[in-house]
Nanobody
Framework: QVQLVESGGGLVQPGGSLRLSCAAS????????MAWYRQAPGKERELVAE???????KYADPVKGRFTISRDFAKKMVYLQMNSLKPEDTAVYYC????????????????WGQGTQVTVSS
């Protein structure tokens, strides 16, 4: 099985920056896609950014130009650099992966991290 663990969240002032990290562990055979989602209180979980195996990147409109997703698959890590943070960025941020494990060897499956809180406030 595969586990994803996020870190790097916290409290920052508007205009500040944070870098979130997601560490993957377990029996990882291949990674198809990694992504970051977020969910604010009372709202639906939404896609923030994603990166495919061929390095194609996609961002949600509200974060374009401010957030950057990057990865190091060899180190089993994915990152989200967040700059110029706004109060509306406040949410729990979740790491997501479409990953194939070599045990059990049943093809690609979806995995979620436990989430890390990001609060942007004065």
């Amino acid at each position: 099985q595969v586990q994803l663990v996020e870190s790097g969240g916290g409290l920052v002032q508007p205009g500040g920056s944070l870098r979130l990290s997601c560490a993957a562990s377990g029996r990882i055979f291949s990674i198809n896609l990694m992504a970051w989602y977020r969910q604010a209180p009372g709202k639906e979980r939404e896609l923030v950014a994603e990166m495919s195996r061929d390095d194609y990147r996609k961002y949600a409109d509200p974060v374009k130009g401010r957030f950057t997703i990057s990865r190091d698959f060899a180190k089993k890590m994915v990152y989200l650099q967040m700059n110029s943070l706004k109060p509306e960025d406040t949410a729990v941020y979740y790491c997501f992966g479409n990953i194939r494990s070599d045990y059990p060897n049943v093809g690609f499956s979806n995995y979620w991290g436990q989430g890390t809180q990001v609060t942007v406030s004065s």
